[in-house]
């Protein structure tokens, strides 16, 4: 729980461009003397929920452009600037970490450059009790996805790959940090967060197919603000494992309401749902391996991809991607154990227990997957698609001879600056990889435990509520 009791609040204001040192700052009294901010009554509260969160309240007796400077370690970090008027002021601070000690600072611009009050201290509450504290096992700042001091994610408490609920939904930065953590209420589970569209509201499901074996009855997805206002709860019934948002704002999932035969299932802003897909149709027209007819259908990775307007669908239980038509629900390719398949080139570059599969923007094909010779190790694989031989070419590939397995779950992502980031699933690691196959960044959640989706985020101000 948050802190409840007021800290001291700041010391007086001084004109940081004036030279004045820290420590004449501090023996300032409380106020704001001549050429100071003009404001008052300055106090930090920290989140009842989300002990990481700060908020910064404060009097502003005149209109000035200003922000709060915060720090907990050698740089300081800030709020975006405002425009504050005249009368009750807060902000929020955000990125902070648990259980730090933090300075932080009022800064008003009048026109005439910043002027900065004295420095006062709060402390963030430890980390929550069950959060798996993760581990940078290697890094390389000097080569990291500019585009990625953030990470976003969910984790099952429990140990043990798919056993049991308690999930966190957590943010971390490029230290392993935890900077936000969230659980999710009732052992319901949360494994395909994502940022929306827009930018504005992390998306996160709660899924009762795992937790109160209704087949998803009661599953929905949530629209949340950093602060942990749901602004919107929207029904998925069948959800168990992935979803995505199109431009409209419409929700697509795979549902196993059906049982065995899961559907991909469309809902529009206004509530209307509608199937797009479906695998018992698909498995009457397609003839199935032997290795894989026994098996349900039930996926594990969902991927909308604008240009065209197709979704990239993936399965577990049969080893198989297929690219669906969103307007027509035409199945227009199929990859994997499948006799209307494509080739693989080579022939070993096939897909087994693929995940996470999506388009890169160069137009290729990017998946997370066991080796066909080697299952107990995880690889990255990238394809280009040859139309004209329905064949997938790899062109590049990562993870043979690393060891690190990839039992379930896990994703690939290539970043806006090339590297690739991939989920090892319920290894419970994330890696940064280079186009030349470096490591730059290794993150560890000490598993085995179920890791879910995970994504970069650049800024967390755009969450605000």
């Not at 004449?24 to 989140?47: F, Q, Y």
């Not at 420095?119 to 009790?129: H, K, N, Q």
């Not at 990562?398 to 690739?420: K, M, Q, W, Y």
């Not at 989920?423 to 179920?450: K, M, S, Y």
């Amino acid at each position: 729980m948050g802190s409840t009791a007021k800290p001291d609040p700041l010391p007086g204001a001084v004109r940081r461009a004036g030279g004045l040192t820290l420590a004449a700052a501090l023996i300032l009294a409380t106020g704001c003397p001549t050429g100071g901010p003009p404001v008052d009554d300055i106090w930090p509260r920290i989140h009842d929920e989300i002990g990481s969160l700060v908020t910064v309240s404060w009097t502003q007796l005149e209109e000035a452009e200003g922000y709060v400077e915060y720090r907990w370690d050698d740089a300081w970090h800030q709020t975006p600037t405002a425009t504050l008027a005249a009368g009750e002021q807060e902000v929020l601070l955000l990125g902070i970490p648990f259980e730090r000690s933090v300075e932080y600072r009022l800064v008003n611009d009048l026109g005439d450059g910043p002027l900065a009050t004295g420095v006062g201290v709060f402390e963030t509450d430890p980390l929550p009790d069950g959060m798996p504290e993760p581990e940078v096992r290697e890094a390389d700042p000097t080569r990291w996805e500019p585009t990625c001091p953030y990470l976003l994610g969910s984790l099952n408490e429990h140990k043990g790959g798919w056993e049991g609920g308690d999930f966190w939904k957590f943010i971390i930065d490029r230290d392993g940090e935890v900077v936000w953590a969230l659980l999710t209420p009732e052992s319901h589970w949360s494994i395909y967060l994502r940022a929306s569209r827009d930018g504005r509201d992390i998306l996160w499901d709660e899924s009762t197919f795992w937790s109160g074996f209704d087949f998803g009855q009661a599953s929905r997805v949530h629209r949340m603000k950093i602060d942990g206002t749901v602004v919107e709860s929207v029904a998925t019934p069948g959800l168990h494992h992935a979803f995505t948002e199109l431009a409209d704002g419409s929700l697509v999932w795979g549902s196993g309401l059906q049982g065995d035969y899961e559907t991909l299932e469309r809902r529009d802003p206004s509530g209307e749902q509608r199937t797009i897909w479906d695998c018992e149709t698909f498995y009457a027209d397609h003839a199935i391996e032997p290795e894989f007819q026994s098996y349900a259908c039930n996926s594990n990775g969902l991927f909308w991809h604008e240009p065209d307007d197709t979704f990239l669908y993936s399965f577990w239980t049969n080893s198989f991607v297929v690219e669906v038509d969103h307007a027509t629900g035409d199945t227009l390719h199929i990859w994997g154990p499948v006799h209307d398949s494509w080739a693989f080139d080579p022939p070993e570059a096939t897909l087994r227990f693929p995940h996470g599969p999506t388009y890169t923007d160069d137009g290729t094909f990017l998946i997370s997957t066991q080796r066909s010779d080697f299952p107990d190790e995880g690889v990255v694989r990238e394809f280009a698609l040859d139309e004209a031989h329905e064949t997938l070419r790899e062109i590049w590939s990562f993870g043979t001879g690393e060891g690190i397995p990839v039992d379930s779950a896990g994703e690939a992502h290539r970043l806006p600056g090339g590297n690739t980031l991939h989920n090892a699933g319920t290894t419970a690691q994330v890696r940064e990889i280079t186009p030349g196959g470096d490591v730059v960044w290794t993150v560890d959640f000490n598993g085995p435990r179920l890791l879910g989706r995970t994504i970069c985020l650049e800024d967390l101000y755009a969450f605000l509520p």
